[in-house]
T-cell receptor, first 111, second 113 residues
Framework: GENVEQHPSTLSVQEGDSAVIKCTYS??????FPWYKQELGKRPQLIID?????GEKKDQRIAVTLNKTAKHFSLHITETQPEDSAVYFC??????????FGSGTKLNVKP | DAGITQSPRHKVTETGTPVTLRCHQT?????MYWYRQDPGHGLRLIHY???????DKGEVSDGYSVSRSKTEDFLLTLESATSSQTSVYFC????????????FGPGTRLTVT
């Protein structure tokens, strides 16, 4: 929604390449920045999150970076594999009483 | 997957009928949420609960009501279903207390004819 903007809406990469998805938010008070992965026909699942006191967090091939000044955070997937193909959502909360998901990025990893 | 179930998993109903969806958790988490997911709109929050009998509206609450009489159950009611409420409905839970990650149920596919 307008409270969080996610880009791109679709992303196609060759297996082994990297993928980057970015979300921009509006409220500087936000301090929790997760990413969710949703495979076709399945429920969304948390894959990585970061809090505002750190700038980057890595977990194997995925990482999240945060730029609080510019109010955006990004998901980075390296060495992409076909099983990374899914829809990815960012999430933002304002004062922990407003909750918004980004519109989603459909990632297609071509073998 | 966290201990969270939804019932029914699929439902077809007619316009104007009432419908209640149930979310049940065994994690004793404080927060529970109802989202709807539609093509082109991602996940949108309908209502959420931050404790027993404590609920608040989300982004798309019109036409929906909720109730939470005990920690483990969160009910979503469509008082008079409309075709625009055809969607996949996801329940989610989170612990609260400074921990905000959400865990989702398997979803309910609702079709209003």
């Amino acid at each position: 929604g307008e409270n969080v903007e996610q880009h791109p809406s679709t992303l196609s990469v060759q297996e082994g390449d990297s993928a980057v998805i970015k979300c921009t938010y509006s409220d500087s008070a936000s301090n929790y920045f997760p990413w969710y992965k949703q495979e076709l026909g399945k429920r969304p699942q948390l894959i990585i999150d970061i809090r505002s006191n750190v700038g980057e967090k890595k977990d194997q091939r995925i990482a999240v970076t945060l730029n609080k000044t510019a109010k955006h955070f990004s998901l980075h997937i390296t060495e992409t594999q076909p099983e990374d193909s899914a829809v990815y959502f960012c999430f933002i909360t304002y004062n922990f009483n407003k909750f918004y998901f980004g519109s989603g990025t459909k990632l297609n990893v071509k073998p | 997957d966290a201990g969270i179930t939804q019932s029914p998993r699929h439902k077809v109903t007619e316009t104007g009928t009432p419908v209640t969806l149930r979310c049940h958790q065994t994690e004793n988490h404080r927060y529970m949420y109802w989202y709807r997911q539609d093509p082109g709109h991602g996940l949108r929050l309908i209502h959420y609960s931050y404790g027993v009998k404590d609920t608040d509206k989300g982004e798309v609450s019109d036409g929906y009501s909720v109730s939470r009489s005990k920690t483990e159950d969160f009910l979503l009611t469509l008082e008079s279903a409309t075709s625009s409420q055809t969607s996949v409905y996801f329940c989610a839970i989170s612990p609260g207390g400074g921990t905000y990650e959400q865990y989702f149920g398997p979803g309910t596919r609702l079709t209003v004819t």
